[in-house]
């Protein structure tokens, strides 16, 4: 079965730290561009980091940019997401997700590109 499974998630304070992980059911998983998104309540589901096959090239969303680092284990089919310096505004839902598209143009952070989502992980930041 083709899925993306998350976990990490949790309740943290203001300035600390989570690691979130996918474990990734996918053939081929070197195939695929894989990201985090988030989404807080009320609000829109937004890009929030992207790696690309090999892991040598990533991006960020001006939000998290130098706060936290995605990674990616081929040998296990796993992506990680270390979210250091947590803010309040960094709670949401967080989902894993996978695009086959190539690591070009930004079309990894527009949410009608992604092939296959988590379920999502809560992320809850308290002040």
């Known amino acids: 079965q083709v899925q993306l499974v998350e976990s990490g998630g949790g309740l943290v304070q203001s300035g600390g730290s989570l690691r979130l992980s996918c474990a990734a059911s996918?053939?081929?998983?070197?195939?695929?561009?894989l990201g985090w998104f988030r989404q807080a309540p009320g609000k829109e589901r937004e890009f929030v980091a992207a790696?690309?096959?090999?892991?040598?090239?990533?991006d960020y969303s001006d939000s998290v940019q130098g706060r936290f680092a995605i990674s990616r284990d081929n040998a296990k089919s796993m992506v990680h997401l270390q979210m250091n310096s947590l803010k309040p505004e960094d709670t949401a839902v967080y989902y894993c997700?996978?695009?086959?598209?190539?690591?070009?143009?930004?079309?990894?952070?527009?949410?009608?590109?992604?092939?296959?989502w988590g379920q999502g992980t809560q992320v809850t930041v308290s002040s």
């Open positions: 997700a996978a695009t086959t598209l190539a690591f070009y143009d930004n079309y990894y952070r527009r949410v009608q590109n992604i092939d296959l």
């Open positions: 996918v053939p081929t998983f070197t195939t695929y561009v």
């Open positions: 790696i690309n096959w090999s892991g040598a090239s990533s």
